[in-house]
């Protein structure tokens, strides 16, 4: 267990709606990172958020947005859904000030967009 | 930005030790090399990270070159649960690129 979770595990919904992932980071992570990962693709990075502020962006489409909230917990909103935005989607989280890029993943979000 | 290049694949059987080597020629003076190791439909979980010569956990050994344009992770006595994709990382946590990373099949 990452110590890191996400919200809900699974979730079906049809072409054209808005949903909101959850993500709620370690205990003490100030960073928040959000990842797209289609079937059998490699991990796509979305965006990142420290304490409250975007820090980088990836390859995030603007029908997706994102933010972090006082108690560090983000989410991840997809809107004008399509079929090819089905995908597992993972928060990781870590600890500001630690050189390097440790992170730590939650269990994912897979969303089935019919 | 540094890109990596790992193996699309590899095949070792149970009890060997694997290396895996992934290029990053472009590395910059701040990078960090930091591997990842992910089961089927779960996130990655943090394996190793260095900077240069050699760190070793109780998982993995990396092993950096002093001119640190490749690394090569270590996984000693596989046994059949280590059977992932791996991924090798270089950079700091403004700008990450995962890549396609390394299938690693152990046989019995």
């Known amino acids: 267990d990452s110590g890191v979770t996400q919200t809900p595990k699974h979730l079906i919904t049809a072409t054209g709606q808005r949903v909101t992932l959850r993500c709620s980071p370690r205990?003490?992570?100030?960073?928040v990172y959000w990842y797209q990962q289609s079937l059998d693709q490699g991990l796509q990075f979305l965006i990142q958020y420290y304490n409250g502020e975007e820090r980088a962006k990836g390859n995030i489409l603007e029908r997706f947005s994102a933010q972090q909230f006082p108690d560090l917990h983000s989410e991840l909103n997809l809107s004008s859904l399509e079929l090819g935005d089905s995908a597992l989607y993972f928060c990781a989280s870590s600890v500001e000030g630690v050189e390097g890029n440790e992170q730590y993943f939650g269990p994912g979000t897979r969303l089935t967009v019919t | 930005l540094a890109k990596t290049t790992q193996p699309i694949s590899m095949d070792s059987y149970e009890g060997q030790e694997v290396n895996i080597t992934c290029s990053h020629n472009n590395i910059a003076t701040n990078d960090y090399i930091t591997w990842y190791q992910q089961f089927p439909s779960q996130g990655p979980r943090f394996i190793i990270q260095g900077y240069k010569t050699k760190v070793t956990n109780e998982v993995a050994s990396l092993f950096i070159p002093a001119d640190r344009k490749s690394s090569t992770l270590s996984l000693p006595r596989v046994s059949l649960s280590d059977t992932a994709v791996y991924y090798c990382l270089v950079g700091t946590d403004d700008k990450i690129i995962f890549g396609k990373g390394t299938r690693l099949h152990i046989l019995p």
């Open positions: 205990s003490g992570d100030l960073s």
